[in-house]
Protein backbone atom coordinates (compact mmCIF):
# COMPACT_ATOMS: atom_id res chain seq x y z
CA UNK A 1 0.00 0.00 0.00
CA UNK A 2 1.19 3.72 -0.80
CA UNK A 3 2.46 5.61 1.99
CA UNK A 4 3.48 9.33 3.10
CA UNK A 5 5.96 9.97 5.62
CA UNK A 6 6.19 13.04 7.86
CA UNK A 7 8.98 13.88 9.96
CA UNK A 8 7.23 13.73 13.82
CA UNK A 9 7.75 16.96 15.14
CA UNK A 10 9.51 20.60 13.99
CA UNK A 11 10.32 23.41 16.03
CA UNK A 12 10.33 27.09 15.08
CA UNK A 13 10.65 30.14 16.45
CA UNK A 14 8.11 33.17 16.26
CA UNK A 15 8.45 35.30 12.86
CA UNK A 16 10.27 32.40 11.05
CA UNK A 17 9.43 30.04 8.39
CA UNK A 18 8.59 26.65 9.29
CA UNK A 19 8.79 23.67 6.64
CA UNK A 20 6.94 20.38 6.61
CA UNK A 21 7.86 17.67 3.90
CA UNK A 22 5.81 14.57 3.02
CA UNK A 23 7.74 12.06 1.14
CA UNK A 24 6.23 9.43 -1.22
CA UNK A 25 7.17 7.73 -4.25
CA UNK A 26 6.38 9.63 -7.74
CA UNK A 27 4.61 12.33 -5.29
CA UNK A 28 4.16 14.71 -7.78
CA UNK A 29 2.35 12.81 -9.99
CA UNK A 30 -0.43 13.10 -8.24
CA UNK A 31 -2.09 16.26 -5.93
CA UNK A 32 -0.96 16.62 -2.31
CA UNK A 33 -3.25 18.58 0.85
CA UNK A 34 -2.87 19.52 3.47
CA UNK A 35 -4.71 19.78 6.87
CA UNK A 36 -4.31 21.59 9.70
CA UNK A 37 -5.49 19.70 13.30
CA UNK A 38 -5.29 21.76 16.39
CA UNK A 39 -5.62 19.78 19.75
CA UNK A 40 -9.21 18.49 20.84
CA UNK A 41 -9.97 20.10 17.41
CA UNK A 42 -11.39 18.37 14.01
CA UNK A 43 -8.83 19.24 10.58
CA UNK A 44 -8.65 22.35 8.66
CA UNK A 45 -8.10 22.27 4.50
CA UNK A 46 -5.09 24.66 4.28
CA UNK A 47 -3.55 23.56 0.96
CA UNK A 48 -5.31 21.86 -1.61
CA UNK A 49 -4.06 21.15 -5.25
CA UNK A 50 -0.24 21.04 -4.17
CA UNK A 51 -0.58 24.95 -3.72
CA UNK A 52 -3.88 26.44 -3.59
CA UNK A 53 -5.14 28.11 -0.83
CA UNK A 54 -9.23 27.62 0.73
CA UNK A 55 -11.04 30.51 1.44
CA UNK A 56 -9.73 32.32 4.65
CA UNK A 57 -5.81 30.15 4.85
CA UNK A 58 -3.52 32.85 5.46
CA UNK A 59 -1.46 34.05 2.86
CA UNK A 60 1.58 32.58 4.41
CA UNK A 61 0.83 29.00 4.28
CA UNK A 62 2.42 27.98 1.13
CA UNK A 63 2.80 24.53 -0.99
CA UNK A 64 4.91 22.57 -3.38
CA UNK A 65 5.53 19.75 -4.80
CA UNK A 66 8.35 17.92 -6.75
CA UNK A 67 9.52 14.84 -7.52
CA UNK A 68 9.05 12.46 -4.24
CA UNK A 69 8.71 15.12 -1.72
CA UNK A 70 5.88 17.63 -1.20
CA UNK A 71 6.23 21.04 1.22
CA UNK A 72 4.42 22.68 3.28
CA UNK A 73 5.65 26.13 4.35
CA UNK A 74 4.54 28.55 6.89
CA UNK A 75 6.04 31.72 6.67
CA UNK A 76 6.23 34.77 9.56
CA UNK A 77 5.35 31.88 12.25
CA UNK A 78 2.94 32.54 14.12
CA UNK A 79 2.22 31.06 18.03
CA UNK A 80 -1.45 29.91 16.36
CA UNK A 81 -0.41 27.66 13.73
CA UNK A 82 1.00 25.51 16.70
CA UNK A 83 -0.69 22.22 15.64
CA UNK A 84 -0.51 18.92 13.70
CA UNK A 85 -0.10 18.94 9.98
CA UNK A 86 -1.31 15.93 7.74
CA UNK A 87 -0.38 15.52 4.13
CA UNK A 88 -2.61 13.58 2.10
CA UNK A 89 -2.69 11.73 -1.46
CA UNK A 90 -4.90 9.51 -3.24
CA UNK A 91 -3.67 5.92 -4.09
CA UNK A 92 -5.93 3.46 -6.43
CA UNK A 93 -9.27 3.63 -4.35
CA UNK A 94 -7.83 4.40 -1.59
CA UNK A 95 -7.33 7.99 0.37
CA UNK A 96 -3.72 8.04 2.31
CA UNK A 97 -2.60 10.50 5.17
CA UNK A 98 0.49 10.88 6.11
CA UNK A 99 1.62 10.49 9.83
CA UNK A 100 1.91 13.78 10.31
CA UNK A 101 4.22 15.96 11.83
CA UNK A 102 3.96 18.13 15.31
CA UNK A 103 4.84 22.28 15.01
CA UNK A 104 6.11 23.79 17.81
CA UNK A 105 6.53 27.47 18.04
CA UNK A 106 8.67 28.31 20.56
CA UNK B 1 -21.98 27.92 6.36
CA UNK B 2 -21.49 24.53 5.82
CA UNK B 3 -22.03 22.36 8.96
CA UNK B 4 -21.39 19.17 9.43
CA UNK B 5 -22.76 17.46 12.69
CA UNK B 6 -21.69 13.57 13.48
CA UNK B 7 -23.92 11.45 16.72
CA UNK B 8 -24.23 8.09 17.59
CA UNK B 9 -20.87 7.50 18.47
CA UNK B 10 -20.87 5.27 22.20
CA UNK B 11 -19.50 2.56 24.46
CA UNK B 12 -20.06 -0.86 22.80
CA UNK B 13 -18.37 -4.28 23.69
CA UNK B 14 -16.25 -6.36 21.34
CA UNK B 15 -18.78 -8.12 18.42
CA UNK B 16 -21.01 -5.53 19.09
CA UNK B 17 -22.83 -3.26 16.55
CA UNK B 18 -23.18 1.09 16.25
CA UNK B 19 -24.73 3.19 13.49
CA UNK B 20 -23.38 7.07 13.02
CA UNK B 21 -25.03 9.54 11.34
CA UNK B 22 -23.69 12.51 10.24
CA UNK B 23 -26.12 15.30 9.10
CA UNK B 24 -25.19 18.47 7.14
CA UNK B 25 -26.25 21.49 6.10
CA UNK B 26 -25.08 24.90 4.33
CA UNK B 27 -24.63 23.15 0.70
CA UNK B 28 -26.56 21.39 -1.51
CA UNK B 29 -25.84 18.04 -0.18
CA UNK B 30 -27.05 15.84 -3.21
CA UNK B 31 -23.86 17.43 -5.13
CA UNK B 32 -21.40 16.00 -2.84
CA UNK B 33 -19.38 12.68 -1.68
CA UNK B 34 -18.95 12.06 1.88
CA UNK B 35 -16.62 10.43 3.77
CA UNK B 36 -15.53 8.75 7.14
CA UNK B 37 -12.46 9.49 8.62
CA UNK B 38 -11.55 8.29 11.80
CA UNK B 39 -8.86 8.69 14.59
CA UNK B 40 -7.26 6.82 17.09
CA UNK B 41 -6.37 8.18 20.38
CA UNK B 42 -2.79 9.95 19.88
CA UNK B 43 -2.78 8.57 16.05
CA UNK B 44 -2.95 10.12 12.62
CA UNK B 45 -5.88 10.24 10.74
CA UNK B 46 -7.53 7.55 8.59
CA UNK B 47 -9.96 7.24 5.78
CA UNK B 48 -12.54 4.19 5.82
CA UNK B 49 -15.51 4.88 3.60
CA UNK B 50 -16.49 7.16 0.67
CA UNK B 51 -19.68 7.19 -1.10
CA UNK B 52 -20.86 9.04 -4.12
CA UNK B 53 -23.18 12.09 -4.17
CA UNK B 54 -25.98 9.98 -5.78
CA UNK B 55 -24.79 7.07 -2.62
CA UNK B 56 -24.68 4.69 -6.01
CA UNK B 57 -21.19 4.01 -5.44
CA UNK B 58 -18.60 3.32 -2.48
CA UNK B 59 -14.88 2.86 -1.54
CA UNK B 60 -13.69 1.35 1.40
CA UNK B 61 -10.46 0.78 3.14
CA UNK B 62 -9.00 -2.77 3.28
CA UNK B 63 -9.02 -2.67 7.19
CA UNK B 64 -13.03 -2.02 7.46
CA UNK B 65 -14.16 -3.94 4.25
CA UNK B 66 -16.96 -6.15 4.69
CA UNK B 67 -17.38 -5.07 8.49
CA UNK B 68 -19.03 -1.14 8.05
CA UNK B 69 -21.28 -0.18 5.17
CA UNK B 70 -21.79 3.82 4.28
CA UNK B 71 -25.08 5.14 3.36
CA UNK B 72 -27.00 8.14 2.72
CA UNK B 73 -30.36 9.85 2.44
CA UNK B 74 -30.22 13.07 0.15
CA UNK B 75 -34.00 13.59 1.36
CA UNK B 76 -32.55 14.16 5.26
CA UNK B 77 -29.01 15.76 3.96
CA UNK B 78 -27.87 12.93 6.14
CA UNK B 79 -24.62 9.93 5.57
CA UNK B 80 -24.82 6.89 7.71
CA UNK B 81 -21.97 4.50 8.83
CA UNK B 82 -23.05 1.18 9.50
CA UNK B 83 -20.04 -0.65 12.01
CA UNK B 84 -20.43 -3.97 12.41
CA UNK B 85 -18.40 -6.71 14.70
CA UNK B 86 -16.47 -3.89 16.22
CA UNK B 87 -13.13 -4.52 17.38
CA UNK B 88 -11.07 -2.97 20.25
CA UNK B 89 -9.09 -1.26 17.46
CA UNK B 90 -12.41 0.31 15.80
CA UNK B 91 -12.15 2.82 19.24
CA UNK B 92 -11.34 6.45 17.53
CA UNK B 93 -13.15 9.44 16.92
CA UNK B 94 -14.96 8.98 13.78
CA UNK B 95 -15.14 12.25 11.53
CA UNK B 96 -17.60 12.89 8.54
CA UNK B 97 -16.21 15.16 5.78
CA UNK B 98 -17.33 16.42 2.61
CA UNK B 99 -15.48 15.42 -0.18
CA UNK B 100 -14.47 17.21 -3.10
CA UNK B 101 -14.37 14.23 -5.68
CA UNK B 102 -14.94 10.41 -5.54
CA UNK B 103 -11.69 9.16 -5.93
CA UNK B 104 -8.32 11.77 -6.26
CA UNK B 105 -9.85 13.91 -4.05
CA UNK B 106 -10.21 15.88 -1.07
CA UNK B 107 -11.51 16.76 2.38
CA UNK B 108 -12.90 20.59 2.32
CA UNK B 109 -14.80 20.43 5.58
CA UNK B 110 -15.27 18.27 8.11
CA UNK B 111 -17.89 17.80 11.29
CA UNK B 112 -15.98 17.69 15.10
CA UNK B 113 -16.44 14.12 15.16
CA UNK B 114 -18.29 11.58 17.07
CA UNK B 115 -16.20 8.70 19.46
CA UNK B 116 -16.59 5.38 19.61
CA UNK B 117 -15.35 3.36 22.37
CA UNK B 118 -14.89 -0.64 22.17
CA UNK B 119 -13.81 -2.31 25.06
CA UNK B 120 -15.15 -5.32 27.16
Known amino acids: SYELTQPPSVSVSPGQTASITCSGDSLDNRFVYWYKQKAGQAPVLVIYEDKKRPSGIPERFSGANSGNTATLTISGTQTLDEAEYFCQAWDSKSYVFGSGTKVTVL | EVQLLESGGDLTQPGGSLRLSCSAS????????MSWVRQAPGKGLEWISVISSSGGSANYADSVQGRLIISRDNSKNTVYLQMNSLRVDDTAVYYCARTRGLERGYFDYWGQGTLVTVSS
Open chain 2, 26 to 33: GFTFNKFA
